[in-house]
């Protein structure tokens, strides 16, 4: 079982790119012609909208996946489609997986110990079957809030060793109100700090060959001076980075993200990738090119850093 | 459109009854025969575990919908089944609805704003559709997490303000480590009261004719000190208490959480009620009316407090 944090850190520097394409499919944006396919195959149906997603997604995904290590479908705008649409998010990490990406899955998801067995048995190792076990969503990796403390963590972190699996803890949220909870000061240190300062002991007992943790942390882009004092609390944490590009942050601001040889995180962009086609003005036929193009640009970006 | 705070506390009193059973169907304790008729008509399948899911909750919901309010399906038992787990989720939901009780999801779901618009639209409002909107999983409430702020919080007070729905905000969790976090420090108030200052800000255009808001909290009971300052933080917030029974809280312990005439909260009860038949070492048989005694002994219990 080949540690999580050893695939990903060998893929990105395979491709020698640290990016991660956010599979975030907002129905109303989907180009009208894939909707209009599934209308016709399946009728005005959740079905036919769960379709939408998946093909949308499969095309995202021809596009970028000779080009970018990992893509991070977000579960809300799948499950927001019920059942339908929660198996068009299953579908879609069987088929980026085929395709050799890693798949993070973005659920924030968490709960008490014996509840937070069940999401991680069910995303990351496997769930009680009628005479074994069996795996479910099989996802690489899924994000996790840490609201309930090391209770609700060390499922997670069970299931990552077992299965070589891995979960990014939410440390410093990307959104404007993160401040609210976040940077509240709690002692000497910020929320967030305090935070990290678990995640960090959290991560210990699984540190793959590379040096990083199967245990990582989110960290938005649009907190940089944070981002530089949260990178020195946990040394051994890969940062999965929110907020660049459409939520503002540039790649001056993921850079206290990264360690100087360009290791240690994995930006994301969602809708500045996968709706690039509107942001180029583009024919929505084009889409996948578009997204194809953007991620490009956004490698050469972050390569500008280092 | 009727106010859910309104809905719930009204169902409340009709039944002279502040409970709400947790729907956690564990797959390894679902009574055997429930399993093998499964087995039989679809197969060593993910489909038959998720049938054995919706059959055991079937029995439940009969067992007690005359006698409890509401239900609280624990998503992460569902999910962890994929997508045809998420359809007995889906299922659950509407068979409880047409029994007549409210139904509150548990998923602690959240997100930045745009995100956490799909999870509101998806779990409690509508979502975008071909031509219009939809409702999909119209769950009564769902439970959310505060680590993000305000943006991740009023997307679904609109949709509860639209469509009469309700949210139980993350204040106070059940479990042990509950206070890595939530006891921290800040300034002269800990974690959880300066988040209970928060949802009580955010509830506060959202209050019913029966003085409570749509937004709720979860004040577990495992810690009845901090549940007294709380209720005094909260006025106008139902409380979702869960933590009585399995989790060690008794009676006594929810108290606090109630005001003296017997308002303010509902208490959950899950592996309590629904697997009472094994605590009672009764047949699994009769698991169905093991829960409604376990149900009928509850509300006993809680009766005698006010």
């Not at 969503?137 to 963590?153: E, F, K, M, Q």
């Not at 060793?161 to 509240?184: D, H, M, W």
């Not at 990083?212 to 020195?232: C, D, H, Q, W």
Request: charged share 25%.
């Amino acid at each position: 079982m080949h540690h999580f944090a050893d695939r990903l850190t060998n893929r990105i520097s395979q491709l020698s790119n640290p990016t991660v394409v956010g599979l975030d499919p907002r129905f109303s944006q989907i180009p009208e012609f894939i909707k209009a396919a599934a209308l016709i195959r399946h009728g005005k149906t959740r079905e036919a909208a769960a379709q939408s997603i998946l093909e949308f997604n499969k095309g995202i995904i021809d596009a970028v996946c000779d080009v970018v290590p990992a893509v991070k479908p977000q579960i809300a705008f799948y499950e927001c489609y019920g059942w339908e649409g929660f198996r068009a998010y299953e579908e879609t990490i069987r088929y980026a997986q085929r395709k050799g990406m890693i798949v993070i899955g973005d659920g924030k998801r968490n709960d008490i110990g014996s509840t937070a067995t069940a999401y991680a048995e069910g995303h990351l190792g496997q769930v009680a079957f009628f005479d074994g076990l069996v795996s479910i969503l099989d996802t690489d990796a899924l994000t996790v809030t840490p609201y309930l403390g090391s209770d609700g963590i060390k499922p997670f972190v069970d299931q990552c060793q077992k299965y070589g699996k891995g979960i990014f803890v939410l440390v410093r949220t990307s959104n404007p109100s993160a401040e609210e909870i976040q940077s509240q000061a709690v002692g000497d240190h910020l929320m967030d700090e305090h935070v990290a300062s678990l995640v960090e002991s959290w991560g210990r007992e699984a540190i793959g060959e590379n040096g990083f943790s199967a245990v990582g942390a989110v960290v938005g882009a649009t907190y940089p001076e944070e981002a530089k004092i949260l990178r020195n609390l946990m040394p051994n944490q890969l940062f999965l980075v929110p907020g660049y590009g459409a939520q503002g942050g540039g790649a001056q601001d993921v850079k206290p993200c990264f360690y100087p040889n360009g290791t240690g995180a994995i930006v994301n962009s969602s809708r500045g990738i996968i709706f690039a086609y509107k942001a180029k003005e583009k024919d929505e036929k084009s889409f996948a090119e578009c997204a194809r193009e953007a991620a490009l640009e956004m490698k050469e970006d972050l390569a500008r850093l280092f």
